[in-house]
């Protein structure tokens, strides 16, 4: 799970008790892209998010920008030990851009950070990423990728193609809706 991300449960409930802030960006993401695009676009039209909602290309796609993003912090420090150590991270390590310092003003160094990938479970950086299948496990080196098992998959694969259906005969009524009314 990205860090500051909730699950689309949560999201929803959050939504009905109209605690998410207007001007929030609400960005989607499930393995390559697929699952959280067609999400946006029902976001999209059945709340309102017009502006506001965006599609990740997936966690697959994010572990390359991630790693891309590491070596280049890597590369700007002074000190490039490996050998060393490192101290186990949390998700606290990386705060986003909303975390102040004890002025009150944004902390620079933390918006200059992106969200890393968290184990929920245990609020610590991991790479350790769930794809949908083992088909989809094409994560960058350096990370490793768990899956749902076959018959599990097979399962999943019908529950997608069944939410397919229903999103789009959802889109095809919220878009007949706003030309009509």
Wanted: aromatic share 10%; proline share 3%; net charge positive.
């Amino acid at each position: 799970m990205l860090e500051g991300a909730v699950t689309l449960q949560e999201f929803k409930r959050q939504y009905m008790a109209k605690q998410i802030s207007p001007d929030v960006r609400i960005i989607t993401y499930c393995t390559v892209g697929y699952r959280s695009g067609l999400e946006a676009r029902r976001l999209k039209y059945q709340c309102g998010l017009e502006g506001r909602i965006h599609s990740l290309d997936g966690i697959v796609a994010y572990t390359y920008a991630m790693s891309r993003i590491e070596q280049q912090e890597n590369s700007n420090c002074q000190d490039n030990s490996r050998d060393r150590e490192k101290p186990q991270e949390t998700a606290e390590d990386y705060s986003s851009a909303s975390k102040t310092t004890n002025s009150g003003e944004p902390s620079t160094a933390s918006s200059a950070r992106v969200p890393r990938i968290i184990n929920p479970a245990t609020n610590k950086v991991t790479r350790t990423v769930h794809t949908f299948g083992a088909i989809w496990d094409n994560l960058c080196d350096g990370f490793h990728g768990v899956h749902f098992s076959f018959p599990v998959l097979m399962i999943q694969l019908l529950r997608v193609g069944y939410l397919v259906v229903v999103r789009s005969i959802q889109e095809l009524f919220y878009r007949a809706r706003s030309y009509c009314c």
